[in-house]
């Protein structure tokens, strides 16, 4: 990853929250405690810094620290290793827990008590790989090698076992579709 990569990617993030960027807004969701950036910086920082040889064992440690400590503090556990395209949205903190090897699209927005997890065995062995555009409600469980196609709405308590194609509204436990009606008003300030 290069800085001007990284750079996008922090930025995306704060866009996703405010609609605009600039130095001001960055400090303030930094040190005020907007949860959903503070997380997302610290993590982008960690991936950025740790790939790089000067970074590596100055900036790295200290990054490291600071995810941990939001990771506990905010119960938020998504790896900084994880592929995750610009524009992450945590709606609110507690209970996310995503594993490394998901690979995440453009313009997520994810809720509380979400799990992204990994089926070690049976036909979806393996990790969830999402689209873009896509909003994961409250609650909400995808297990396994699950694919969720672009502008997917997956509704709270949802427990999606299957693929999703694009623009689905899902719901229930097992997840069905219930429309086509995908994420509008769900995803906002996507176009950074």
Known sequence: MTFKEYKR?????????????????????????????????WMRTCNYTQQKKITKYSIYPFSKIMLNHYKFKFGISIPYETKIDSG??????????????????????????VTLGMANRGPNKGYPVIGDNVYIGPGAKIVGAVKIGNNVAIGANCVVTKNIPDNAVVVGVPGKIISYNGTSNYVENTNY
């Open 88 to 113: 992450l949205y945590i709606g609110h903190f507690g209970g996310i827990v995503v594993s490394g090897k998901s690979i995440i699209g453009k313009n997520l927005n994810i809720s509380q008590g």
């Open 9 to 41: 990617l922090i930025l995306s993030d704060l866009y996703r929250i405010e609609g605009s960027v600039n130095v001001i807004i960055m400090l303030r969701h930094l040190i005020k405690g907007e949860e959903s950036y503070q997380y997302n910086f």
